[in-house]
Structure formats: structure tokens, C-alpha cells
């Protein structure tokens, strides 16, 4: 039986995969990481409904909800990765997303691109956790994810991700 406090040997690896010292403390991606913040939106358009994922517990902050997301391979461009993650760890089909727009959080030696993106209307997302990076992966209401143990950057960032979506 898998020990649930240690990574599998069968993820997805690339070279960007490892982490990077910044100040005090590090960040995984040696080219930088990216996620995808998808949005499902009520009848009248406002966002009603997030993809978040429950993190594995032996990954980094394990046991907290974030985006799906990760390390970006060399060269390749934010939104390409974030939409490549989202594939793997949440099964979610690029051609069902729609960008809105992105944030960068920068650091000296490092940064994380969040994508923000809408469903693309027409396509039904139904995400689940494709990978063993993650506990689970669904819907979560927008009402209801104050009540969640929120990935603390991510945690710190989503008033101004959702200010992307107007």
C-alpha cells in the first residue's frame, strides 16, 4: 500500500521540475509555475462556481486546496502550462477554456502565473483528480470556499483573481 505521505514514482516529470531558493524559502519550478483558476458562472454571468483541488498530502502545503497547477517545462509559455497541468492533474480539456486574463505574482528568482479562465459555453467540465497529486478535484461553489483550508497564496490572491473576471 502507497505510503499517502510520500510522492508516487508514476507522476509526470519534466526538467522543469525542482525547486528554486528565493530569499528565505523556495518555490518549485526551475523556469517558474502556472495554474489554472476555471470559472463556472450562474445564469446571470456573475462567477458562481471554481475548479480547486485538494492537495496530496505529501506534496508542498499537502492537505490545503489551491488550483491545479505546477513547474512550467523549459520554454514554454504560462497559459500553455497551466492548461497542460489542468489536463493532468484535473482532466480538464483546453478546448473547453476560455482566458480571461492572467496574474503574475512575481519573486526575485521565481514566479507563478495564475490563468483565469470561463468555461467555454457549450462545454460541460465535470473535473476530477486525474493524477496522484491531488485528494480530490470538483466544483466548489464560490459560497462555500471561505470554508475551506485555502493554499495560502492562493488563499491571499483570489479577491484579486476574481476582480479578472468583472
Not at 131 to 153: F, I, N, Q
Amino acid at each position: 500500500m502507497p505510503n499517502p505521505t510520500l510522492p508516487p514514482s508514476d507522476l509526470h516529470r519534466h526538467d522543469g521540475d525542482g525547486w528554486v531558493t528565493c530569499g528565505d524559502h523556495r518555490h518549485w519550478g526551475l523556469f517558474g509555475a502556472a495554474g489554472l483558476l476555471l470559472v463556472r458562472r450562474d445564469d446571470d454571468g456573475a462567477p458562481a462556481d471554481l475548479v480547486l483541488q485538494h492537495r496530496a498530502l505529501w506534496s508542498h502545503m499537502g492537505g490545503t486546496w489551491g488550483i491545479p497547477g505546477g513547474a512550467l517545462a523549459p520554454d514554454e509559455k504560462p497559459v500553455a502550462g497551466a492548461l497542460r497541468e489542468a489536463a493532468e492533474e484535473a482532466a480538464i480539456d483546453p478546448a473547453a477554456v476560455h482566458v480571461v486574463g492572467t496574474h503574475v505574482l512575481e519573486h526575485p528568482a521565481w514566479s507563478y502565473t495564475t490563468v483565469v479562465a470561463d468555461v467555454v459555453p457549450g462545454f460541460h467540465v465535470e473535473p476530477r483528480a486525474a493524477d496522484p497529486e491531488s485528494l480530490e478535484v470538483r466544483w466548489v461553489s464560490l459560497r462555500d470556499v471561505g470554508g475551506l483550508t485555502l493554499l495560502p497564496a492562493f488563499g491571499e490572491a483570489l479577491p484579486r483573481l476574481l476582480d479578472l473576471l468583472g
